[in-house]
Nanobody, 125 residues
C-alpha cells in the first residue's frame, strides 16, 4: 500500500516563502514521478509542478514559474515544493501525487496513481 503524506503548509504573508514536503512510502520512491496540484475554494484542482522519477526533468504551471521550485531527495523518499514571492491567489489546499512505474511525469491529475490528503497554504494580503 502506497502512502503519500504532505506537510509544511501554513499561513504566510504576501511576498513570503514557504516549503511544503511530501513523503511517499511503498515500492522504490525513485520509481515515482511526482506532482503537486492545488485546489482553491470554488475552483477545480490545477497543476502546479511535476518532477520526473530521476529528478532530471521538471515542469511548472505558468502561474508559478520563476517563483516555485520542485525538487526531490530519493534517499529521504521526499519531494519538496519551495514557494517564494507568494501571492494571495496562491492560497489553496496543496496536494502531492505519485505516478508509479518509472513512467514520465505529467501535468494531468488523471495520470497519477496515489494522492495525499492535502495541506493548506494561506497567503495573507
Amino acid at each position: 500500500q502506497v502512502q503519500v503524506v504532505e506537510s509544511g503548509g501554513g499561513l504566510v504573508q504576501c511576498g513570503g516563502s514557504l516549503r511544503v514536503s511530501c513523503a511517499a512510502s511503498g515500492p522504490p520512491f525513485s520509481s515515482y514521478a511526482m506532482g503537486w496540484f492545488r485546489q482553491a475554494p470554488g475552483k477545480e484542482r490545477e497543476f502546479v509542478a511535476a518532477i520526473s522519477w530521476s529528478g532530471d526533468t521538471t515542469a511548472y504551471a505558468d502561474s508559478v514559474k520563476g517563483r516555485f521550485t520542485i525538487s526531490r531527495d530519493n534517499a529521504k523518499n521526499t519531494v519538496y515544493l519551495q514557494m517564494s514571492n507568494l501571492k494571495p491567489e496562491d492560497t489553496a489546499v496543496y496536494y502531492c501525487a505519485a505516478r508509479a512505474g518509472y513512467v514520465g511525469m505529467s501535468t494531468s491529475s488523471e495520470r497519477y496513481d496515489y494522492w495525499g490528503q492535502g495541506t493548506q497554504v494561506t497567503v495573507s494580503s
